[in-house]
């Protein structure tokens, strides 16, 4: 009777394990806030009894990641998921690796949930092959209240207001802007300036469909100018700092503003301070009202055994649920990539971010995030990063640095 | 000339079939043993050879061929010609890394030698405690390039090492900001590499100095030469397979420079510090473009073969005649 028991147990073991699938999921959320989101997202594959098996890859902002993955793919044995965004979505998509997602899609209305432009970065020639997590806004300004009244300066909303109070505040012995000084990092603030003073149709001409005779433009020269004004506000020691280091500046009083995307709210978060009181968080001046997004989305990839598929069909239903949207987007500081969310358990800026990226796509000024691959292919965005870069760290004129900036896209095609 | 060249060839000829012959009755005469004994070394030799032949050489020419196609994010194999080498040398970054080399290689290789011959002289005058300077000399050799470019790096960024230790002692003038100046930052790249190099080029020149005979040496004192005419005729110049020892070592370590620079400036500030190899990183996996980063690594190994075969070339030669 015993051996009947074990036998019998051993046999339902069996079956349980053919039911569930193993799902090997390739991210880089490493740091706090992001690994304690995976665990969320670990658990509730847990609990419809799939085996989670992580594959981070730490470091480079998804560049080591890339390199694994590549490897991975190419031998032939590619992991169940991987965070993939922007155009790269459809490269993976052309080479013809990717699950089409069309039938979760359907089954979860993902076309009445999705915003528009969301739903179309996520699909290659009408089927869906990416699952979005969660809406980044890159053109915030974290601002310490305390240091701009100790300098008696106002909060600037447009960049000859953002000149003069810079100016009070390094008179009153603070740093007036945090800055990280890595390619990335003076790319995010280049295309916020680009959007501040040339408009969504401007931004799109640029980043988007690489118009050269909007590269070489005149507003163009004014963004570049206007950097490296930006430039003479930050301090010595930037080149090669971290950017989370930067917003810290911010956070203990030493500088007064940083210009990043809305990632830095964890660590305002995790230092204990009150959205509204202890900080502010403000558009970049001059795009008040403009949405520059950065969309983070698994794909998945292809698989042979059927409990993999199943499983793998889980996972993306398991992201698109509105649980799962809401922890990810509070532990990471966006919003959901999901419409018709419960917006309560966000803070006043969560919620703004959300108003104005509603707002933004009914009157078509979001816009496709360039300096974190959103906007264009890496090779593109590479060649404008080495240009803004160079121009950042150099005596170039603004004139050459747009034009060079032309030069350069037109060569990485 | 013609009548003599039929005589060379038997000679040569002959040779081989002499120790065809001889070899089969050694080993028959020996057994099985003896043909183990014959085939073990290159048995064990060639399971290395064979993973060399394929993953040096095999993946050289693998390499080679994308460069010459328009692979992007994953290979691909249809032929598309130089349009990548066109690319590659129309890039202003490839050229400032390109100069960023040639800067970095020329100091780095010069400071290290003339250093490393200083301090192996220095240390060659039969002094006490020898064995314990040639150690600290030679330590930094045992970090990784990571650990030194990391460790320089704290000490260079003005705000937390050098220039504020300075600062904190009262000499609140004093600047040394290279570091984060992109016209000098290359040379702080140069000091932390010739740091960590300068002791092993130390060590390879002591040993040749322990080489050279005394003989020479007291026969050049009995003749009335100085000890500055004894180094500068005598003793360097015997001392020039050392030199070109050390100059291949520290040459494929300029041109391979990759950890060194990441860890310090990470390229940076901008892309002031970039070389060939943290370019070919970046293109080839950072930015999808393989087709490319392919390009610019057999560009860099052009040139190290250019540095490297021509060296070779004269040693070889300089066997077979001498």
């Known amino acids: 009777m015993k051996i009947r028991i074990a036998l019998l147990s051993a046999f339902l073991w069996l079956c349980s394990g053919l039911s569930a699938g193993e799902v090997e999921v390739l991210h880089w959320w490493t740091s706090g806030g992001e690994s304690k989101s995976v665990e969320v997202l670990k658990n509730l594959m847990e609990e419809q009894g799939h085996t989670w098996k992580d594959f981070s890859v730490a470091g480079g902002g998804g560049e080591s990641a890339m390199t694994v993955l590549k490897s991975r793919v190419f031998s032939g044995n590619p992991p169940v998921a991987a965070q993939i965004k922007g155009p790269s979505i459809q490269e993976w998509a052309e080479e013809g690796v990717l699950t089409n997602l069309d039938q979760v899609a359907a089954r979860g209305q993902w076309d009445s949930l999705l915003p528009e432009v969301i739903k179309h970065a996520m699909k290659y020639e009408g089927h869906y092959v990416g699952v979005p997590v969660n809406v980044h806004r890159v053109n915030w300004m974290w601002v310490n209240p305390a240091v701009f009244k100790k300098a008696g300066a106002e909060v600037p909303t447009t960049w000859e207001e953002f000149a003069v109070a810079a100016e009070k505040i390094k008179k009153a012995g603070f740093i007036p802007v945090a800055h990280g000084g890595k390619p990335w990092q003076e790319a995010t603030i280049f295309e916020s300036i680009v959007l501040g003073i040339g408009g969504p149709d401007f931004y799109r001409k640029a980043f988007v469909d690489l118009d050269q005779a909007t590269l070489k433009s005149a507003t163009m020269d004014r963004a570049f100018t206007i950097l490296k004004m930006i430039k003479g506000y930050t301090d010595k020691d930037a080149p090669g700092r971290d950017w989370n280091l930067a917003t810290s500046m911010v956070i203990n009083g030493k500088a007064a503003m940083q210009f990043m995307g809305d990632w830095a709210k964890a660590e305002f978060t995790n230092a204990g301070k009150t959205p509204g009181q202890d900080y502010l968080c403000l558009p970049i001046p001059e795009t008040q009202g403009k949405f520059i997004y950065n969309v983070d989305s698994f794909v998945m990839f292809k698989q042979t055994r059927k409990e993999v598929q199943a499983a793998q069909n889980d996972l993306a239903k398991i992201i698109m649920e509105p649980k799962f949207q809401e922890v990810f987007s509070l532990n990471k500081g966006s919003i959901p990539a999901r419409l018709n969310m419960d917006m309560g358990g966000f803070d006043i800026y969560g919620v703004a971010s959300m108003n104005d990226f509603l707002a933004g796509s009914q009157a078509n000024t979001l816009v496709p995030s360039m300096a974190h691959g959103m906007s264009t292919t890496p090779a593109a965005r590479g060649a404008v990063c080495d240009v803004v870069t160079n121009f950042y760290n150099s005596e170039m004129s603004a004139k050459d640095a747009s034009t060079s900036l032309a030069q350069e896209i037109q060569a990485a095609y | ?322």
């Not at chain 2, 040569?12 to 050694?26: F, I, R, W």
């Not at chain 2, 937390?160 to 300075?166: H, P, R």
Request: net charge positive.
């Open chain 2, 1 to 322: 000339m013609p009548k003599s060249e039929p005589l060379k060839i038997d000679a040569v000829l002959d040779l081989p079939e002499g120790s065809a012959t001889q070899a089969p009755t050694t080993a028959v005469n020996r057994g099985w043993g003896g043909t183990l004994e014959a085939w073990l070394p290159k048995l064990v030799v060639a399971p290395s050879f064979i993973a060399s032949l394929v993953f040096v050489y095999g993946f050289i020419l693998w390499t080679a061929w994308l460069s010459f196609t328009k692979s992007k994010m994953l290979p691909r194999y249809e032929w598309a010609g130089f349009i990548q080498y066109q690319k590659l040398w129309a890039n202003e970054r490839w050229w400032i890394a390109c100069k960023n080399l040639l800067t970095f290689g020329s100091l780095f290789i010069l400071i290290c030698l003339v250093l490393g011959v200083l301090i192996a002289i220095l240390l060659d005058q039969r002094i006490r405690i020898e064995g314990a300077l040639r150690t600290i000399y030679l330590y930094p050799m045992a970090l990784s390039f990571i650990v030194t470019g990391t460790a320089w790096r704290w000490m260079l960024t003005p705000g937390l090492g050098l220039e504020k230790l300075m600062h904190s002692w009262g000499w609140t003038s004093f600047e040394f900001a290279w570091l984060v100046d992109p016209k000098m930052a290359i040379y702080t790249i140069v000091i932390a590499g010739a740091w960590q190099s300068t002791g092993f080029v130390m060590a390879l020149f002591l040993a040749g100095l322990r080489g050279i005979d005394d003989a020479i040496i007291k026969a050049a004192r009995v003749d009335g030469a100085g000890t500055w005419r004894i180094y500068t005729r005598i003793i360097i110049p015997s001392l020039r397979p050392v030199f070109f020892s050390a100059f291949m070592i520290l040459g494929h370590i300029a041109v391979k420079s990759f950890d060194l620079v990441m860890a310090l400036t990470g390229g940076g500030p901008g892309i002031s510090t970039d070389l060939p190899a943290t370019y070919m990183y970046t293109y080839a996996f950072a930015r999808s473009q393989i087709g490319l980063g392919s390009a610019s690594a057999v560009v860099m190994l052009g040139g190290v073969l250019g540095i490297v075969l021509p060296y070779l070339y004269s040693e070889l030669r300089s066997k077979n005649h001498g």
